[in-house]
T-cell receptor, first 115, second 111 residues
Framework: DAGVTQSPTHLIKTRGQQVTLRCSPKSGHDTVSWYQQALGQGPQFIFQYYEEEERQRGNFPDRFSGHQFPNYSSELNVNALLLGDSALYLC??????????????FGPGTRLTVL | RKEVEQDPGPFNVPEGATVAFNCTYSNSASQSFFWYRQDCRKEPKLLMSVYSSGNEDGRFTAQLNRASQYISLLIRDSKLSDSATYLCVVNMRQAGTALIFGKGTTLSVSS
């Protein structure tokens, strides 16, 4: 049973460019959340997708957008990249409706470097 | 004030030591609580959920004090393989299922 997968593993971009990161959730999961983890910090919630819609959003600008497909996979898009967007981007999947202690399973992340 | 605050690290301990991590959260509406473990350059993985009654899993014991908004993790008989960053995590019902992470505390266990 494959866990959460993300692609690419690493990415180098320059300021002003756009990037798309991809995530496939764990088999049977229908909810995908995205987090940004800067060096030395804990992950920060970006947004969550369920039933192909953005259900929740953290404190991130509109440059960060996403999408969920009918097969539950998801993309994170970042426009007009800034140096400060350099981070590890983590995707987490879960199954909706499991209550407060619903475990989120994380993928290995995409390490984005903006030069 | 940050929503989730943890002890500053790193903690450097010998094998066999007992080590305790503390965490406070600022929002009394926080509903569920977790400790995640993150190895260097890897993804976070759930170590334990933390319940009001406290819970234990082998060498690991987690406690929650809602009145003080305080969570703890105790590791007994530390192993080299326990070396990692430990992340305190809370979830608030009004925030849906978004997880709010602390900065993490790094543990290094040496022989």
């Amino acid at each position: 049973d494959a866990g959460v997968t993300q692609s690419p593993t690493h990415l180098i971009k320059t300021r002003g460019q756009q990037v798309t990161l991809r995530c496939s959730p764990k088999s049977g999961h229908d909810t995908v959340s995205w987090y940004q983890q800067a060096l030395g910090q804990g992950p920060q919630f970006i947004f969550q997708y369920y039933e192909e819609e953005e259900r929740q959003r953290g404190n991130f600008p509109d440059r960060f957008s996403g999408h969920q497909f009918p097969n539950y996979s998801s993309e994170l898009n970042v426009n007009a990249l800034l140096l400060g967007d350099s981070a590890l981007y983590l995707c987490a999947s879960s199954l909706a409706g499991r209550g407060d202690y619903n475990e989120q399973f994380f993928g290995p992340g995409t390490r984005l470097t903006v030069l | 004030r940050k929503e989730v605050e943890q002890d500053p690290g790193p903690f450097n301990v010998p094998e066999g030591a007992t080590v305790a991590f503390n965490c406070t959260y600022s929002n009394s509406a926080s509903q569920s609580f977790f400790w995640y473990r993150q190895d260097c350059r890897k993804e976070p993985k759930l170590l334990m959920s933390v319940y009001s009654s406290g819970n234990e899993d082998g060498r690991f014991t987690a406690q929650l004090n809602r009145a003080s908004q305080y969570i703890s993790l105790l590791i007994r008989d530390s192993k080299l393989s326990d070396s990692a960053t430990y992340l305190c995590v809370v979830n608030m019902r009004q925030a849906g299922t978004a997880l709010i992470f602390g900065k993490g505390t790094t543990l290094s266990v040496s022989s």
